[in-house]
């Protein structure tokens, strides 16, 4: 069993449109991520969510919005996406303390056209 | 937060030791020291983490300097599935428990 799972892996869509991304995690953590990698590799965070808690990356447009239906679960919700919105986004996992690892799902290469 | 210092990229030869520096000299002092590395086309994965002490595990082992104030992760007999970008992290205290990721060191492993 995949520990963290993200679909779809590979997302193409033109701007405007309005899409979603789904993590899974079967850990039984208490705290799930995103994180966006763009073009040049850099791993930026987007959110973090632990125990209903959302903190949010001052930098994200409001456009994202992540929606936790269950504590096993953390989707992406993207609004009227743009070009620049195109990325590698990753989803992960991990138990709340300062020396617990972190799961990351595989992936979910985004392409806005 | 306190920030870590990598150097961009490294050359090593297959089935020699690797040692990866990271410079934190803003450490605080209940941050743990954690690496993670990307493989390519993967997302990041755990490698190893330590406070104070010495670390070892099956991937790799981390050597901390006495001050804290660096780190050093150690890769034994480096391979070719170990070409990867390592990126050394400070567990921030601060509330969502988020690992921030700097530039990291770009590994090429040569056979």
């Known amino acids: 069993d995949t520990a963290v799972s993200q679909t779809p892996k590979y997302l193409v869509t033109q701007m405007g449109n309005d899409k979603s991304i789904k993590c899974e995690q079967n850990?039984?953590?208490?705290?799930m991520y995103w994180y966006k990698q763009d073009s040049k590799k850099f791993l930026k965070i987007m959110f973090s969510y632990n125990n209903k808690e959302l903190i949010i990356n001052e930098t994200v447009p409001n456009r994202f919005s992540p929606k936790s239906p269950d504590k096993a679960h953390l989707n992406l919700h993207i609004n009227s996406l743009e070009l620049g919105d195109s990325a590698v986004y990753f989803c992960?996992?991990?138990?709340?303390?300062?020396?617990?690892?972190?799961?990351f799902g595989q992936g979910t290469r985004l392409t806005v056209v | 937060d306190a920030k870590t210092t990598q150097p961009n990229s490294m050359e090593s030869n297959e089935e020699e030791p690797v040692h990866l520096p990271c410079n934190h000299s803003?450490?605080?002092?209940?941050?743990?020291i954690h690496w993670y590395r990307q493989l390519p086309s993967q997302g990041p994965e755990y490698v190893i983490h330590g406070l104070t002490s010495n670390v070892n595990n099956r991937m790799a082992s981390l050597a901390i300097a006495e001050d804290r104030k660096s780190s050093t992760l150690i890769l034994h007999r480096a391979t070719l599935r170990d070409a990867a970008v390592y990126y050394c992290?400070?567990?921030?205290?601060?509330?969502?428990?988020?690992?921030?990721f700097g530039g990291g060191t770009r590994l090429m492993v040569k056979p």
């Open positions: 992290i400070l567990r921030d205290n601060n509330a969502g428990n988020m690992l921030t």
């Open positions: 992960a996992s991990r138990t709340t303390g300062r020396s617990t690892e972190a799961f």
């Open positions: 803003t450490i605080s002092g209940t941050d743990y």
């Open positions: 850990l039984g953590h208490d705290t």
